[in-house]
């Protein structure tokens, strides 16, 4: 069956950076268009970044430029470098697939979550 597990979130001061992964099985990791998304308290899902088969990435305006999406389609892992952290980024940040491979929503499956905190 499909299995999405993030882990790498913990607490980070504003300014700084973590590293999220995840470890994709049950599926054929390097076809689907796969993302991060995150869940802030009291608020909806949103989604941050995505990255195509082939490698194309594609970011929320929120986090361009300070967030870096990739994958190993060996290794079946997913991975988001998070630098300049804001208070702003503290949520719950979810791997999730894509339908196919061109389109990153809605998403068909989706991780437990890993929860990211930055405060000082």
């Known amino acids: 069956q499909v299995q999405l597990v993030e882990s790498g979130g913990g607490l980070a001061q504003p300014g700084g950076s973590l590293r999220l992964s995840c470890a994709a099985s049950g599926f054929t990791f390097s076809y689907y268009a796969m993302s991060w998304a995150r869940q802030a308290p009291g608020k909806g899902l949103e989604w941050v970044a995505g990255i195509l088969g082939s490698g194309e990435a594609s970011y929320a305006d929120s986090v361009k430029g300070r967030f870096t999406i990739s994958r190993d389609n060996v290794k079946n892992t997913l991975t988001l470098q998070m630098n300049s952290l804001k208070a702003e980024d503290t949520a719950l940040y979810y791997c999730?697939?894509?339908?196919?491979?061109?389109?990153?929503?809605?998403?068909?499956?989706r991780g437990q979550g890993t929860q990211v905190t930055v405060s000082s």
């Open positions: 999730a697939r894509g339908p196919g491979h061109r389109y990153y929503t809605p998403y068909t499956y």
